[in-house]
């Protein structure tokens, strides 16, 4: 009895000096900020946030001389930098809005490919990689870059994460999960859960339409409101010393104050105007 006693103190002091030794656990990946993951939206995903920060600064920098050789107002050419320094920065979310719809427009037709395919009784590897010529166009080179990294390492599930990362989206997120649970798993209701998905998200691109379709005349009235004023000041800029009275203090105050509310009002329109959409939470 007191050996085992011993023996179990032993292994207790043991697991104890084991766990206060042992190395810290790798910590997880941060997650991405916001402009990752509009660059990866975008499908940008080889750009760099450091680029697209040298960008917005040239483009800062660019329009603040230009509105400086026109109106000869520093205050107002600042002003106007600052407005320079968003157009990539929309630029970037008008392509990733664009990719966006396009995907949600392509994924219906490439479930169907590829419910078509596994009912015919291709592997699931080689009924990816057929998408990569069966597939709508936008999704063509994903999957085609998914062909080749599985001829090259022959490992479904780590060319599934590949993919997954390289499209980007929520829609993508779930087909992929869900071609590897099949493989992991096995079943023969991948065709019924894929015909069920793909009926599922033409009825919901169908409705999205239709929602963007009523709200685009209002989000446009909204940001032609926003827009007119700074207008307005531009083409006062091009009258000689009409602009001088912005670079007294009373001049600047007025101009940070349009340009905090035009900000704001610009960010309220967008969430009241934003249609709900799909979250990553299988990425």
Sequence with gaps: MGALLGLLLGLGLLLVLQART???AIPSAPRRNGL?????????????VARVLVTCTGSALAGAAVMLVVSGSPMVALA???LASWLPLGALGRRASRRRRALVACWPD???DLASAVRAGMSLPDAVAA???RAPEPLRPSFARFAADHRVTGSFGLCLDR???DLSDPVGDRVVEALRLARDVGGTELGRLLRTLSAVLREDARTRSELEARQGWAVNAARLAVAAPWVT???LSLRPGALSAYDSAGGVV???VAAATSAAAYVVMRRIGRLPGDERVLS
């Excluded at 990752?36 to 760099?48: C, I, N, P, T, V």
Aim: proline fraction near 3%; hydrophobic fraction near 60%.
């Design 80 to 82: 106007f930098g600052c």
């Design 22 to 24: 042992a190395p810290a």
């Design 233 to 235: 000041l531009a083409f």
């Design 254 to 256: 007025v101009l940070a």
């Design 110 to 112: 490439a479930v169907d």
């Design 131 to 133: 998408l990569a010529e």
């Design 36 to 48: 990752r993951r509009r660059l990866d939206a975008a499908g940008l995903g080889d750009l760099s």
């Design 163 to 165: 993919l997954k990362a």
